[in-house]
């Protein structure tokens, strides 16, 4: 094979024996023209050794751990083909994925990204059933800033789309991903491949699943970010983002007020009430948060009290 037809980028942070078998499922692809590119994000385990071996022959890139988002864009700048697809090291494809994508491509010259839903499964690769959201094909902003249904490892996009959109945003810690999605969705039809073709690992180790309240932070900002850039004028009406923001910031406010972080939960519940959120669904959260914030505020800057005097007899 002269030239690839396309890249498939892995990103891993260690998880030798996971990537191993997702690499596995790249090499079972019934569509052949493709390179495997995999960007080692800064891992502590031997990623080079376990896949200089493999069947996919891949190039092996690393980099300091500078996040997935990092690691993705890299992928994507070293990328030799025209379309790229995109493989989390804990995920999994089934045989069909890139041959489906790439006739969806030859009969749809009007597409530059497609995606699928994603079929969930547990540690053991055990089907694990009613995890899947409904998707939307073509003109999705709305549908997307509602529900987050465009998964990295579904989507095939022609490389040089994401270039020009300026790849994933690396300051994003998590939701790089649905932000470079809505980002495109402005000015871009998405094609919508059916049925799943990618398998999500569902486990304990996931980064959506880690430090729960700054993710839901994360994505709250990120979505406001979006609506009030203008960027999706006249594509998002305010009756859709308005709910869509209310909701969010009442789960990062509930989510900072858990782990005590009651000044973060004070300001999402604020602003939740502000984008028309229910006031007797926020108002006693806001309420007590605010009033253990004051507290927190005040046992912080009391000053500390002089030492009881050591007797002398």
Excluded at 187 to 201: I, K, Q, S, T, W
Aim: positive net charge; proline residues 7%; aromatic residues 8%.
């Amino acid at each position: 094979m002269s030239k690839p037809a396309v890249t498939v980028i892995v990103p891993t942070y260690n998880r030798a024996a996971l990537l191993a078998q997702a690499l596995d499922s790249v090499a079972a692809q019934t569509f052949t023209e493709f390179e495997v590119v995999v960007v080692d994000d800064g891992s502590t385990e031997p990623i080079e050794e376990m896949v200089a071996g493999h069947a996919t022959r891949p190039r092996f890139i690393r980099q300091a751990n500078l996040g997935p988002a990092a690691a993705r864009n890299r992928g994507i700048e070293s990328a030799a083909a025209p379309l790229v697809a995109f493989l989390d090291s804990d995920d999994l494809w089934l045989p069909q994925k890139l041959e489906t994508c790439a006739r969806y491509f030859e009969s749809h010259r009007d597409i530059r990204i497609v995606f699928g839903p994603m079929s969930p499964i547990d540690a053991a690769g055990a089907p694990v059933p009613g995890r899947t959201k409904p998707c939307h094909g073509g003109w999705i902003t709305e549908h997307l800033f509602r529900s987050s249904f465009v998964h990295v490892p579904t989507v095939v996009a022609h490389r040089d789309l994401l270039r020009d959109a300026g790849g994933f945003n690396e300051t994003l810690p998590v939701c790089e991903d649905y932000d470079l999605w809505l980002r495109l969705s402005v000015d871009n039809p998405f094609g919508l491949v059916e049925p799943p073709l990618a398998l999500r690992r569902l486990h304990d180790n996931r980064l959506s699943k880690s430090r729960m309240s700054r993710n839901l932070a994360v994505k709250a900002r990120m979505l406001r970010d979006f609506f009030e850039s203008g960027r999706a004028r006249g594509k998002l009406r305010h009756e859709i983002a308005r709910p869509r923001l209310a909701k969010v910031c009442l789960s990062a406010g509930r989510a900072a007020f858990a782990g005590g972080e009651y000044r973060s939960a004070v300001d999402h519940f604020r602003l939740a009430r502000a984008d028309g959120g229910s006031f007797f669904r926020i108002a006693s959260w806001q309420v007590i948060a605010n009033a253990l914030a004051i507290f927190e505020r005040q046992v912080n800057t009391e000053p500390a009290s002089s030492p009881a005097p050591v007797s002398q007899t």
